[in-house]
């Protein structure tokens, strides 16, 4: 049977609730849309960084990167800086457009410099590793200079609340304690402590809750064979004179801390494996990297995994009920988004068949995280049981089967055949990370690269040389001053 909501319910009044509610009234205009949020409840705010897919989400909106960066305390963000993960370098997730150049599907000039053993930071931006933007972007204000951003999480929800109800999407106040389920297995009401409410279709975003696509039969399947974090803590820390152009990922004795910059301040969190420290040691870990105290904000508990079916019947699950795996590479945000926007092309005229397609292209969406994230932790480090135990780890078989062709040459995009063309990292970002870990065989890599014709050497030649050249002669400004030119503005 064929159905066409005209009125959507959004349950849950964080980022992956606003961002659903406003894509799909972006599309459909005429659809009543309505979330629904409690005032009691907080959000979870883990992290407060987006992959380049929230840069789609503002295009879309028609919205200029530079009113969000003043409304949600903003700065920008090039990729993820990892420190001290592997013994030989730091290195820097963050695709260089200059660099990104392919031969039919072969990245010619990371290969170029991978072939040469050039060490990680080879293949970033060295303004990303300073902190500085090319001046050419104030004088040039419709361009930005990143597709990804920091935001004061708090300050993004209030953004976002004002954004919707200015798209005519109702922002009610009220906490769900139930719902009913019809004879069909469709979701008929939902009983509010205010009042009760029916509509044709609804969003479950209500977090680690998952309120209504749980009594629809919706099962979590664990990561933690894979994946060990399992806890978080989470703290401010206070204003720097100027701020990364990166999301720093610290190693830590039994998991990573990440240090996040956005107007005023810090926000900063110890992900960590609870079967080696408690909250309080972690606290302490912190504060010896850091040089001060600091003061929790909030702990989370976490199993890493998602929802075998994130649509059931006329039900969708959308951000943390339907999946968390960890906050690192910030897949949170990206998946909430993808997933919206994937939903925007099927929840008009949907069936069983578009339901069931749906959920494979998120099934695929979410094993690509998973596996991606699992990579980061391949690493050679033995500082502590921890990172020892973790060589002993359980590999899922798809990455396991795609390590051993990537010992010898790069990924390729014919690799990701098969995954939905809506998932999150592809060949090029997990270039950065394998060549971070160090799982390149160089000699490899350079072999294939010299078997190429003349023409392609000289071509990748050329784009270093002049790339280099052009870092060492433009006009640069401090990321600190990029912001405040905006806020002023």
Not at 20 to 26: G, Q, R, T, V
Request: hydrophobic share 35%.
């Amino acid at each position: 049977m064929i159905k066409t909501p005209k009125s959507i319910a959004v349950v849950g009044g964080g980022t992956a609730g606003f961002v659903s509610a406003l894509i799909l009234k972006k599309k459909f205009p005429r659809m009543e849309i309505s979330i629904i949020r409690s005032s009691k409840i907080g959000i979870i705010g883990v992290g407060e960084g987006s992959t380049e897919h929230w840069k789609n989400f503002l295009n879309f909106l028609e919205i200029d990167h530079k009113v969000m960066i003043k409304e949600c305390d903003a700065t920008l963000k090039c990729g993820i800086m990892f420190k001290d993960w592997n013994t030989n370098n730091d290195y820097l997730h963050s695709i260089q457009v200059e660099y990104n150049q392919k031969f039919g599907q072969y990245s010619h000039v990371y290969a170029n410099l991978i072939g040469q053993g050039k060490d990680p930071k080879s293949l970033g931006s060295p303004l990303c590793w300073k902190s500085q933007i090319n001046r050419w972007f104030i004088d040039n204000p419709d361009h930005s200079p990143t597709s990804q951003f920091h935001f004061n999480t708090n300050k993004l929800n209030d953004w976002l609340t004002r954004l919707a109800r200015s798209y005519d999407i109702a922002v009610v106040d009220d906490e769900i304690l139930d719902i009913t389920i019809g004879e069909n297995g469709d979701i008929v009401s939902l009983q509010g402590n205010k009042s009760n409410y029916t509509f044709d279709f609804y969003i479950d975003s209500t977090g680690f809750k998952k309120l209504l696509i749980s009594k629809l039969g919706a099962k979590w399947q664990s990561y933690s064979k894979f994946l060990k974090m399992k806890s978080a803590i989470v703290f401010p820390t206070g204003d720097e004179e100027n701020y990364n152009v990166f999301t720093l990922a610290k190693a830590m004795d039994y998991g990573w801390m990440f240090r996040i910059p956005v107007w005023g301040r810090y926000g900063n969190g110890y992900i960590y494996d609870s079967d080696y420290i408690n909250q309080d040691q972690a606290k302490l870990e912190a504060e010896r990297y850091l040089g001060y105290k600091v003061e929790v904000a909030k702990k989370i508990d976490f199993d890493p995994g998602a929802l075998d079916k994130v649509w059931i019947n006329n039900c969708v699950a959308i951000g943390l009920s339907a999946s968390f795996v960890e906050p690192l590479e910030a897949s949170s945000i990206g998946t909430s988004l993808q997933q919206a926007f994937l939903l925007m092309y099927r929840i008009v005229n949907y069936d069983q068949k578009i339901i069931d397609s749906y959920n494979k292209d998120c099934n695929s969406i979410l094993e690509n995280i998973r596996d991606f994230v699992a990579l980061h932790y391949y690493v050679n480090r033995e500082s502590s049981n921890f990172w020892k135990d973790l060589k002993q780890i359980q590999i899922p078989d798809k990455l396991k089967d795609k390590l051993d062709i990537w010992k010898h040459r790069l990924p390729i995009s014919e690799d990701f055949n098969g995954e939905s063309r809506y998932i999150l990292f592809s060949e090029d970002h997990h270039i950065m990370v394998l060549h971070g870990i160090g799982h390149f065989d160089s000699d490899s890599i350079r072999r294939e690269f010299e078997l190429h014709h003349d023409g392609l050497k000289i071509e990748s030649d050329k784009i270093l040389a002049e790339n280099s050249l052009q870092h060492d002669t433009i006009a640069r400004i401090t990321h600190k001053e990029y912001i405040r030119h905006y806020r002023n503005a």
